[in-house]
């Protein structure tokens, strides 16, 4: 590792605002922490993307976050982290931290659901690549995943209908699935899905055990700069959004998320 400073920035990045939802937990649990974000919302969602293309995107922005001096490079995003975490790693090297959203997820439940069956909603991309079968069948605890694919959730929260019939037609379509039947728990597996957890816990009466994994990411950021010894001691924290394709959905939701007037700097990928 190269000679990181504590108080470069924390870069986190996802296809548009879904990571947003981690990167306001990680600002109120590491409020001395500034943070460089990038959405990537020319080419959201992700989750409808090939391996190929999301792992390009990927790479290019964790150069970006590079240029950035960022000592933490975050994927915030279940698609990323499938298809590019191990590639991003290797590209990044010794020059910054690199954290996916998936692996602290997968320690948090063999810690407290051992033993249970455990819903998962996400992307195609998530669901179709195993990998949060194949982590929980190596942690081998005696989890049974049941997973699902909700492909239209993700697309429909970046257009802003969160709160009607549209996000509860689809809801109802999804989790009635007889995949997702007889489970002791869902992990939202999307980072968008945090931003309806409210009407996911209606569907179930909030008798449901719903895993909402940013709180878990952003603990597991602050574990990794702990440990590095790199967590900021010093004051005047700064907030830098990017975005490949400007959005007034992404500069309404930075608002409604940081409760401030956020400055959006156009950064498109392959110019």
Known sequence: ???????????????????????KEVVRQLPQE??????????LPYGDKSTAAIQAYSVKIAHLLLQQQCKLILIAC?????AAYELVKEYVGKQALVIDVITPTINYLREHYAGKVIGLIGTKQTVNSNVYKKKIDDVAVGIRL???????????????????????SLLQEYLSH???????ALVLACTHYPIIKHKIAEFYQNKMDIIDTSEIIAQAVRAQLEYHQLLNKTANPSKHFYVSDYTESFLAGTKLFFDEMIKLEHYPLWE
Do not use: C
């Open 178 to 184: 007889t995949e997702l039947k007889n489970i002791d």
């Open 78 to 82: 279940n698609s990323a982290a499938s």
């Open 34 to 43: 500034s943070i460089v974000y990038f959405g990537d919302t020319a080419h």
């Open 146 to 168: 049941k997973s699902y694919a909700t492909p239209l959730l993700a697309t429909t929260i970046e257009e802003g209908f969160t709160n009607n019939l549209v996000i509860e």
């Open 1 to 23: 590792m190269r000679q990181l400073a504590s108080n470069q920035p924390i870069g986190i990045f996802d296809s548009g605002i879904g990571g947003l939802t981690i990167a």
